[in-house]
């Protein structure tokens, strides 16, 4: 699952998800992992697709509103701010 995610394949990530899914929660039923660990993974994983998606089609929204720079500040786990300027045009 994480090489879709990190190569940015959505719609295979989309498409892996049931099965995922499916294969995890067997693996809770057999008590190797808890069904609230295996819950908590699935809904991260399916809150990182949805997010991607939503990352993409706003990009897409702004290149097509005529933007010509793009500004993005990224907050780490420490709530510090990094801040990336991207030229479109």
Known sequence: MSLYLESRKINE???FLSKFHSQLMKIAKTGVVSK???????SRVTKK??????FS????????KGA?????????SNNQR???????K
């Open 49 to 54: 697709i949805n997010n991607s998606k939503q």
């Open 57 to 64: 089609n706003l990009v897409k929204d702004i290149i097509n």
């Open 82 to 88: 990094s801040y990336i300027t991207v030229k479109l």
């Open 36 to 42: 609230k660990t295996a819950s908590r993974k699935i």
């Open 13 to 15: 990530a989309k498409k």
């Open 68 to 76: 010509e720079t793009l500004y993005l500040a990224i907050y780490n």
